[in-house]
Each structure stands twice: as C-alpha cells, then as structure tokens.
C-alpha cells in the first residue's frame, strides 16, 4: 500500500510515479509476470535488451548460480526490435506500464537505427543505452569501457530522439567517473549503473568451466557494494540522475542506493529467486517512507 506517502522520482524530464523499475534481461518483456502482480504499479520496467535482428544468444549452459549470485551468458537473446513493437509494447501501452527500451548494438549507427525505430513508437519513456557489449566500430572493446566511445554512441542517439537518454555504465571501465561525465556532455538524461562484471566459475570434476561460454557476467548480492560505491561516486561527478542497480533484492537494499545518490532503483536478479521482489521492494520502501513522514525524494543524496 502506497496510500499517503509520494514515492514519485523525477529523472530529468520524466516523472516516475516511484523509483522502483526492473532491470532488463531479468523481468522478459514485462509481461511474463502478470500473473504475479500488475506491472503497471511499479516504476518502470526496462525491456530485455532489443537488437535490430532477433538473436538467440549462446549455446548452453547460459546460466550459473555462484556463493553470492549468478553467471549468465545468455548472449543478448531478444525478439528484435520489431517484434517488439509489433507483440509486446502495444499491450504494455494499454496497460498503462512506464516502458524503458533497452538498447543494444556493435556499431554506432546500429545505436541510431535502434534509437530512431523506439523513438516512432507511443508508449516508450525513455531509451536504456546498453553501451556493455563488445563492439566491431572499436575493435571487440566494449563501447562503454571508453569515454569517447561511449560519447560518441550517446551523441548519435541524442541526435535522432526526443525520448530521454539513459546510458548504462559498465564496471569494467577503468575510469567509469570519465565515461560519466562524457556521456552527460554528449546529452545523456542518466546514467544507469551498473552492469555485470565478468566472472568465471569452474566444475571441480570435470574440470569445464560451468558456462558453455567460459565467463559469463556476474550479477546479484555480489554487485551490491560495488554497484553503491560506483552510484555514489558518480553522483557527485555529475549532474544527471543515476539509476542504482546492482543485487537490489529489498525496500532497504533500495533505501541504501537513493541514500548514495541514485534516484531511482532497478531490481534485477532478486526477479529470479521471488517473482514478487520488485513489487515487495516497493511496498517496502512505501512502508519505509510512511514510517518515517517522508517521501522517497526526500532520500536521495542524503547518505552522511
Ligand atoms: C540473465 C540476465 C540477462 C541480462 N540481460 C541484459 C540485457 O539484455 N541488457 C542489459 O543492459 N543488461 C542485462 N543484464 C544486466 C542487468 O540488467 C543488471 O545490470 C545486472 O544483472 C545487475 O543487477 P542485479 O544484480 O540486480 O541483477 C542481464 C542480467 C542477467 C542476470
């Protein structure tokens, strides 16, 4: 219950109705979780990361539990843009769902032909830059390990789209402050952070790593000091709003990421484990703030 307590965040030009979103490639298309709860109720929701083409992503094993979260290698496995349009966003729409576009490409003009194809569409806020994956225009590097690279892909975009800029930072970049601030200078609206970080894990008997694809990306309670250590380094770097998202499972594990200067949460692997963590983390942090005679605003920054 949400009654009297104002959990609305704005980032940059857009309104949420409150911080808690899912995080793409963990929440499908949205929709596969009607049977839990109405979607409609949480933030937003970031889709699975869309290509232009369908892709089927990598062979199995895909996906590994470790100590403290998981290994995926899924290797961007997605619909398509099109199909997506066409299926998905339509009934997102009509149910009334803060629809985030993640995006993702290996050149910059992919970025373009993906930013202007959502842009044509009602029903999109905002447009994620899945900036984290190897690119062929810089040499198999990853677009948001470089600053100027990074720059350049969320120019490009600005240039053919109203919808607001997100562009998702990848701790893998050596000075992620860097590639922040340039992203920002290059028109982004926020910076989500963060992504997976390579990892490896290895079957002791037969001596395979446990991923068809060798590494995979870390993901879960891992993530989290390191992900609250990269949002509030980047909030006092820059100006845009940060969305926090790294092993987010709890209102409290929310509370601490706007407390360190995010506006606004995803929640990603917890989807896995309980179907309904989003929606309880947003009771809970409904809870929180009532408790408290806040709003959740009030929160943000406020680490001492
Ligand atoms: C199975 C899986 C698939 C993912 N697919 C995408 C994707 O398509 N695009 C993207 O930007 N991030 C993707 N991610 C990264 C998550 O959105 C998120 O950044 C990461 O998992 C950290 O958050 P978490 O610890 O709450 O899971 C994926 C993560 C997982 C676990």
């Not at 979607?39 to 403290?68: F, M, Q, W, Y």
């Not at 619909?79 to 966003?89: I, T």
């Not at 910059?108 to 984290?132: P, T």
């Not at 001596?207 to 990269?230: E, F």
Request: proline share 4%; with cysteine.
């Amino acid at each position: 219950m949400s009654a009297n307590v104002d959990l609305r965040v704005d980032v940059g030009s857009l309104t949420l109705k409150n911080p808690i979103l899912t995080a793409s490639g963990t929440f499908g298309y949205g929709l596969e979780y009607d049977d839990f709860y109405d979607v409609a109720e949480l933030g937003g929701i970031c889709t699975k990361g869309l290509s232009l083409e369908p892709r089927h992503g990598n062979p199995p094993d895909r996906i590994c539990e470790t100590a403290a979260g998981m290994l995926n290698a899924i290797g961007l496995a997605n619909v398509g843009v099109e199909a997506f349009c066409r299926d998905k966003l339509p009934i997102l729409r009509q149910r009334g769902v803060t629809v985030v576009a993640n995006v993702f490409a290996t050149t910059v003009d992919d970025f373009v032909k993906l930013a202007q194809r959502v842009d044509q569409e009602e029903g999109v806020a905002a447009i994620e830059l899945n900036v984290s994956c190897p690119n062929v225009d810089k040499g198999g590097l990853e677009f948001g390990c470089d600053a100027q690279a990074a720059a350049r892909v969320t120019a490009a975009c600005r240039a053919v789209t109203r919808l607001p800029l997100w562009v998702k930072m990848s701790p893998e970049a050596g000075d992620i402050r860097g590639v922040g601030l340039a992203c920002q200078e290059a028109g982004a609206d926020a910076l989500t952070a963060i992504n997976t970080i390579r990892g490896l894990a290895v079957d002791p008997r037969t001596w395979r790593a446990r991923l068809a694809n060798r590494t995979g990306g870390l993901s879960g309670p891992a993530l989290k000091p390191l992900a609250l250590r990269i949002v509030w380094d980047l909030a006092r770097t820059v100006r845009i709003p940060i969305i926090g998202i790294g092993g987010v499972a709890t209102a409290e594990d929310a509370v601490e990421f706007l407390l360190a200067g995010a506006t606004a949460v995803q929640v990603g692997t917890a989807n896995f484990a309980d179907p309904m963590a989003s929606k309880r983390a947003l009771d809970g942090l409904a809870d929180y703030c009532r408790e408290r005679g806040m709003n959740a605003r009030d929160l943000i920054g406020k680490m001492r």
